[in-house]
């Protein structure tokens, strides 16, 4: 059983960063699709940063690209979310994700929050004007 524990979330002012940090106990990062998803209120749950298998490969969504990267431990037990230049629009639950890379389908289904079958408790990013 994979789970997974977020920390790292807090208040911030615009222009700020973060570093969320993701712990992963039952598998490896590399046995994993990992994804970063985050939800403000009253809004669908948007895909943020993904990473997949043993060559760690990346993806962004289109918000966030150019300001936050997604890496992982030599370990490969701790998936991080490195925010930079934070905006007011950044602010809501962020949530890791994960699901086994025998499912892998693409980055077209690794986008969609339904693709994933294990998730952390979310942790609170609030950026400040």
């Known amino acids: 059983q994979v789970q997974l524990v977020e920390s790292g979330g807090g208040l911030v002012q615009a222009g700020g960063s973060l570093r969320l940090a993701c712990a992963l106990s039952?598998?490896?990062?590399?046995?994993?699709?990992m994804g970063w998803f985050r939800q403000a209120p009253g809004k669908e749950r948007d895909f943020v940063a993904g990473?997949?298998?043993?060559?760690?490969?990346?993806y962004y969504g289109d918000p966030v690209r150019g300001r936050f990267t997604i890496s992982r431990d030599d370990a490969k037990t701790t998936v991080y979310l490195q925010m930079y230049s934070l905006k007011p629009e950044d602010t809501a639950v962020y949530y890791c994700?994960?699901?086994?890379?025998?499912?892998?389908?693409?980055?077209?289904?690794?986008?969609?929050?339904?693709?994933?079958?294990?998730w952390g408790q979310g942790t609170q990013v609030t950026v400040s004007s």
């Open positions: 994700a994960a699901s086994d890379v025998v499912h892998w389908g693409g980055w077209d289904s690794a986008i969609r929050w339904q693709s994933y079958h294990y």
């Open positions: 990473m997949v298998g043993v060559r760690g490969d990346t």
């Open positions: 039952g598998r490896t990062a590399s046995q994993l699709v």
